[in-house]
């Protein structure tokens, strides 16, 4: 009896799935039209849902922002407490990297960039490249069907079709390696113009209105631009040159694939799978490690520490008049063990990720695209006729290619997040010095202050603005003058020089005179009051150890001009021989066989002398109409230093020097003398009365030392 009931549950469990197969395949267009149609609402309901949860984020962060402004020291500048989190060293805050309305906001403006319109070379090249994915996607489609021929061949025994299958088979590998050869090539193409086009938008920017000065002097949210320019930039237009071509392929691969496997097995049924494969990739989004933030971390400390050894090769002889090698050394170690212990951790995510992705991608989809390809085999489809064995393998053996094919394109769609994630971090540095570049050439300054920020009147005077006005000369009133780390120095400076006039700046170390200058260079901001004073072009500044740019020894001379330039002025090399001689350096243009033209690494080549001498040089090729002369000739001789202001003088040139040499005063009518406590005294210099009063001075001071020893012995005397 229980034999016969179980038989009875059999036959009935099978007359049930049998009707079910004779209604779904009586029903079966139906059906798919249903699926279809319910696929493409939920598709278009989940991005309607998707566009405006980004816009309520939009508006949260706005609103966010607006509410919690942070006041930065320098310059009333402020940054927003939710686009950064805090850094790990330093207590520095730096943007998140996550695939958000930031992100794709930056993307687009870096792509404005690369791609700067349609009838770019970069343009032309994208369309090339996207000729060639689908004319791949397309030879793929057809090996596909070829590898069922020839299977199908095998089966029947019919070699006559296996020899033309294998032909054919050769004849479509020439325009398959060509495609494949041409993939490639389009896509180291597009890095290195993507880079081209960015790292030349960059330079203009960088090298512009003093930025790379307010970048390192007056902004400390970006340590090294160097690094950002020269590496991060290349690492972006890599990723995203890969990106283009690791999304668009799969992306047409699949839908190719697809179309042509619902032909085959039913669309319905690419459509179970496809929700399949959906269900188990958002489950390995979700456990997927925040690679973009790693990325970005990453290049972070490996721009550190090349900062560092950057530092060490700056300050080479001072650490070693100091034997602070070892001291260095645990700072070199310090900042490689730490990027290394960042690697090794990403390293780690990376493989069990990779585990994960490889078992899932695989196996299990690969075990769902048999199931899939067998469905013909076992399922008579209605409309369909009946297949002998050689066309059911080569059904099969076509289906499963193409399978393939399309679950590798989802696979790679899936490690391309990842791929996008590391995009994600690159975008965020590159465009993180975009930003920064466009607040310092808008004024907007971020800096973080040591000592003047604890005071309320100082916070004042720094987020206070004055007044810069062109003029013929220099006036300052009611300016304060600020230090680099944000002292006030001097709340209210007011002074007036006229063309033809020279003044001397004195005054203790760190009491305003850098400073000073700073601001009539144009690279400090004005804190307040007014300023009047001629354009950058008229102002010459020469400090005290020259800078010796890389060239020629005509190139010292003329520097920042070109040769180009020195011709349209009409300056030959005959005139510059003659300043060379006005300061006794014409042997320099016979020191080597080239002459003008002669390269060499000029601060090893000269003393410290020599380069003063070439720096003073430079001020009377460009006869500018102000010169500031910092300490300029503290490694010259008093024949020389008398040639060097005789000549500048003769130029008429106004001088304004910082100096404690007193060999100087004679060449000036003015004097500006700090103080160091907030104070100063601007004033006529008579340098002949000047000298006799410190002489006397000096004299008063030696009898003065002597007083205690002469009471000394007094006292001795009376005992």
């Known amino acids: 009896m229980a034999s016969q009931s179980k038989i009875a549950r059999d036959q009935t469990v099978r007359g049930v799935i049998s009707t079910l197969t004779k209604l779904y395949l009586s029903n079966r267009t139906r059906i798919s039209r249903a699926v279809w149609i319910t696929l493409f609402v939920a598709l278009a309901n989940r991005i309607r849902h998707a566009i405006s949860e980004q816009k309520a984020a939009s508006e949260r962060d706005a609103a966010q922002r607006a509410a919690r402004k942070a006041t930065v020291s320098l310059g009333g500048a402020s940054e927003d407490a939710d686009d950064a989190d805090v ?59 070829m590898d069922g021929a020839i299977v199908k061949s095998l089966v029947k025994g019919n070699g006559r079709e296996f020899l033309i299958s294998i032909v054919w088979w050769m004849v479509i590998a020439v325009p398959a390696t060509f495609t494949n050869s041409m993939l490639s090539y389009h896509q180291a193409e597009l890095s290195l113009k993507y880079r081209t086009r960015l790292t030349q938008y960059i330079h203009d920017k960088y090298l512009s ?37 690791n999304l668009a392929k799969p992306l047409l691969d699949m839908t190719i694939y697809t179309y042509s496997l619902s032909r085959s097995v039913g669309g319905e049924g690419v459509v179970l799978m496809t929700l399949l494969v959906q269900l188990s990739a958002n489950v390995m989004r979700a456990l997927t490690p925040p690679f973009g933030k790693y990325v970005a971390d990453e290049a972070r400390l490996e721009g550190e520490f090349r900062f560092q050894h950057s530092r060490l090769i700056d300050y080479g002889e001072e650490v070693a008049l100091y034997a602070g090698h070892d001291i260095e050394k645990d700072t070199l170690d310090k900042g490689y063990f730490t990027l290394i212990k960042h690697v090794n951790h990403i390293l780690r995510r990376r493989f069990y990720h990779g585990f994960m992705e490889d078992f899932v991608i695989k196996y299990v989809w690969g075990a769902l695209g048999l199931l899939l390809c067998s469905a013909p085999v076992f399922v008579k489809l209605p409309g369909e006729v009946a297949m002998n064995m050689g066309d059911r393998t080569e059904s099969f053996v076509t289906n499963r290619r193409m399978l393939l094919s399309a679950s590798d394109a989802f696979g790679r769609m899936m490690f391309s997040y990842r791929e996008i994630m590391e995009l994600a971090g690159y975008t965020s540095r590159v465009a993180s010095l975009l930003d920064v570049m466009d607040d310092i050439q808008g004024g907007h300054f971020e800096k973080k202050l040591v000592s003047s920020s604890g005071t309320e009147d100082n916070e004042q005077v720094l987020k206070g603005r004055g007044t810069v006005v062109e003029s013929k000369d220099i006036k300052f009133i009611n300016v304060p003058i600020v230090s680099p780390n944000g002292d006030v120095l001097v709340r209210a400076l007011s002074f007036s020089l006229k063309q033809g006039e020279h003044l001397l ?215």
């Open 505 to 719: 700046v004195i005054g203790p170390n760190g009491c305003g005179k850098s400073s000073l200058f700073r601001i009539l260079g144009g690279l400090w901001p004005v804190y307040g009051g007014t300023v009047h004073k001629p354009p950058f072009s008229d102002i010459f500044y020469i400090p005290q150890r020259p800078y010796l740019s890389r060239g020629s020894l005509r190139q010292q001379i003329i520097y920042p001009d070109s040769l180009r330039a020195m011709r349209a002025k009409g300056v030959t090399d005959e005139d510059l021989l003659d300043i060379l001689k006005s300061l006794s350096l014409e042997h320099l243009v016979e020191l080597y066989d080239e002459g003008w033209d002669a390269e060499a690494e000029w601060r090893d080549v000269l003393s410290g002398g020599l380069q003063q001498r070439v720096a003073m040089a430079r001020l009377f090729y460009h006869k500018p109409r102000y010169a500031i002369l910092d300490e300029c000739t503290s490694s010259v001789t008093l024949d020389v230093e008398k040639a060097m202001y005789d000549g500048a003088k003769a130029l008429d040139i106004s001088l304004m020097t910082v100096s404690h040499r007193r060999s100087l005063w004679k060449y000036h009518g003015w004097i500006l003398q700090f103080d160091g406590q907030g104070k100063y005294v601007f004033t006529r210099l008579d340098a002949e009365r000047r000298l006799k009063l410190e002489d006397e001075k000096e004299e008063l001071e030696v009898k003065l030392r002597g007083v205690p020893e002469l009471e000394r012995r007094m006292a001795e005397l009376e005992e």
């Open 209 to 245: 209105q003093l930025t790379f000065y307010g970048l390192s002097a007056l902004d400390d949210r970006i340590k090294n631009p160097d690094q950002l320019i020269a590496v991060d930039v290349a690492k972006f237009s890599n990723s995203l040159a890969e990106l283009y071509s």
């Open 87 to 145: 850094a790990a060293a330093g207590g520095k805050k730096r943007r998140k990297v996550e695939l958000n309305r930031e992100f794709f906001r930056a993307l687009l403006r870096l792509l404005r960039i690369v791609i700067p319109g349609w009838r770019s070379k970069e343009a032309r090249l994208l369309i090339s490249h996207s000729f060639f994915l689908v004319v791949r996607t397309l030879i793929s489609v057809k090996v596909a069907s």
